[in-house]
């Protein structure tokens, strides 16, 4: 059973425009989100995260937003640059479980 | 910075071959992860160690086992390699913290094939 959504496989964004990926969870003891980043060939790498605490977080041209009623959250890129071309993970955590569970991915092109 | 290193980039084995993938991170992390990433799938969670000689099976520990002798090294084990289990396999560290708020470092991954 999937508890980490990610239902678009991929995703085409012109450079300068807003990518905005999107991630649904079903379990409700999740309460800690995060994003990585991944490019052919490497590990992910941390991108950016936020607690349930919290409605939005922002690092630079990446903002995550949670909405915890509707149980999803998003990740928007403004603007996109052709090097965010990547496969995206969204990842949840629950207090106290060290272990993350992650989505599918979302392959993002960016098209210059 | 965090740096987690994995043995091998590249590995070809042979079916029915015993074949160890070594992970080995120098932060002194408590906890470290094995998975598996396969298109369609994402990353799926083999087996992770939250200490030395513990260990805690995943959501597809089948065909795997792990050694954790020592706190920066987290070995993988396929006892008798099957073709279903080439994949890329990525290890993680984190640091052991108030639940839920450490991010997990990622090696570069060992892209293995079994033939």
């Known amino acids: 059973d999937q508890q980490v959504k990610q239902n678009s496989p991929s995703l085409s964004v012109q450079e300068g425009r807003i990518s905005i990926l999107n991630c649904d969870y079903t379990?409700?003891?999740?309460?800690?989100f995060l994003w990585y980043k991944k490019y052919p060939a490497e590990g992910p790498t941390f991108l950016i995260s936020i607690s349930s605490i919290k409605d939005k977080n922002e690092d630079g041209r990446f903002t995550v937003f949670l909405n915890k009623s509707a149980k999803h959250l998003s990740l928007h890129i403004v603007p996109s640059q052709p090097g965010d071309s990547a496969v995206y993970f969204c990842a949840a955590d629950d207090f106290g479980n060290e272990k993350l569970t992650f989505g599918t991915g979302t392959r993002l092109t960016i098209i210059p | 910075d965090v740096k987690v290193t994995q043995s091998s980039r590249y590995l070809v084995k042979r079916t029915g071959e015993k074949v160890f993938l070594e992970c080995v991170q120098d932060?002194?992390?408590?906890?470290m992860f094995w998975y598996r990433q396969d298109p369609g799938l994402g990353l799926r969670l083999i087996y992770f160690?939250?200490?030395?000689?513990?260990?805690e099976k995943g959501d597809i520990p089948e065909g795997y086992s792990v050694s954790r002798e020592k706190k920066e090294r987290f070995s993988l084990i396929l006892e008798s390699a099957s073709t279903n289990q080439t994949s890329m396999y990525l290890c993680?560290?984190?640091?052991?913290?108030?639940?839920?708020?450490?991010?997990?470092?990622f090696g570069p991954g060992t892209r293995l094939t079994v033939l």
């Open positions: 160690s939250y200490d030395v000689k513990m260990k």
């Open positions: 993680a560290s984190m640091l052991s913290g108030a639940g839920g708020t450490d991010t997990q470092y």
């Open positions: 379990n409700s003891m999740f309460d800690y």
């Open positions: 932060m002194d992390h408590e906890n």
